[in-house]
C-alpha cells in the first residue's frame, strides 16, 4: 500500500480513517482491538480518528460443515494436535493478561461468526456510539464466559445489555439484512490486501497490525495525528 497525499485544507485537522478489521474467535484480536481502543483514547485529541469496526471471518463455514468438539479439538487441526493449541492459547492467554484483560479459553466454544458482524453493523447504522461496546461485549463473552458466538438469543442478550434494542436485533437475526455490509468488508479487506487480524488500515492506504505493542501502536498514531495537523 503506497501513502496517500493528503488534504491541501490548512484550516483544520483532517480526519484520519482507522479501519479496523478483527474476529471474535480471533485470540490475537481479543487483545488486539482494545489496544486500538486504547491507543486512540490516549491521544490528546481522539477525534482526529475515526474508527470503524470491518468485519472478518476467520472460518465462514456453517455449523454443518465445521469440526466437532472444544476450541483445543478445533485447533488441533491448525496447530497439529491438542497439546499446541493448548499451548498457543496459553501463550496468548499470557499476553492478554499482561493488558489487564481475562482469558479462559478452556470455555470457548467455536463457531461461525457472520451474525455477530451483522450485528455490530447495526450498531454502526442505528447506534454507533454502541459499536465499540457491542464488539468488545462480544470478546468478553467468547474469550472469558463461554457464551456460543453463533447462538442467536446469546447474541440478542449481548446486545441488549450494551443498548441495542432486543427486538431489532432478532429481527436482524431472522434474516438476511446486513449481510451485505459483512461481504464487501470481507470484499474490501482482500482488495487492500488484508490477509490476516487484527489489522487497522489506515485511510485505506497502507496498514497496521494492531497486536503490536501499545507503545508502537500509540506513537504510530501520534505520528499520524501531526502529519494531519501540519498538512
Known amino acids: 500500500m503506497s501513502s496517500q497525499s493528503v488534504s491541501n485544507d490548512t484550516s483544520k485537522t483532517r480526519t484520519i480513517d482507522l479501519d479496523l478489521w478483527s474476529d471474535f474467535v ?3 484480536c481479543y487483545y488486539g482491538t482494545l489496544r486500538v481502543i486504547n491507543a486512540v483514547a490516549q491521544q490528546p485529541d481522539p477525534d482526529v480518528f475515526k474508527l470503524r469496526w470491518r468485519s472478518f471471518e476467520l472460518d465462514p463455514r456453517p ?3 465445521r469440526p466437532k468438539g472444544d476450541l483445543y479439538d478445533y485447533l488441533a487441526r491448525f496447530n497439529g494436535s491438542r497439546e499446541a493449541g493448548r499451548a498457543a492459547m496459553e501463550m496468548i492467554g499470557a499476553i492478554a493478561k499482561s493488558d489487564g484483560l481475562p ?3 478452556d470455555k470457548a466454544r467455536p463457531g461461525n461468526t457472520v451474525d455477530a458482524h451483522r450485528l455490530i453493523h447495526l450498531a454502526g447504522a442505528e447506534a454507533p456510539e454502541r ?3 457491542i464488539a468488545r461485549r462480544f470478546y468478553s463473552a467468547y474469550w472469558t464466559e463461554g457464551l456460543p ?3 442467536h438469543d446469546a447474541l440478542v442478550e449481548m446486545a441488549e445489555k450494551t443498548g441495542l434494542d432486543p427486538k431489532r436485533a432478532r429481527e436482524v437475526l431472522s ?4 449481510a451485505d455490509e459483512v461481504a464487501r468488508d470481507l470484499q474490501l479487506a482482500r482488495r487492500l490486501g488484508v490477509m490476516g487480524v487484527p489489522t487497522v488500515v489506515v485511510d485505506r492506504q497502507w496498514a497496521l497490525s494492531a497486536g503490536m505493542p501499545m507503545e508502537s501502536l500509540s506513537a504510530q498514531l501520534t505520528r499520524l ?3 494531519a495537523r501540519e498538512a
Open 103 to 105: 482469558f479462559h479459553a
Open 225 to 227: 495525528a501531526t502529519e
Open 131 to 133: 459499536q465499540t461496546e
Open 63 to 65: 455449523a454443518e460443515a
Open 149 to 151: 458466538i453463533a447462538d
Open 26 to 28: 480471533c485470540a490475537h
Open 175 to 178: 434474516g438476511d439484512e446486513f
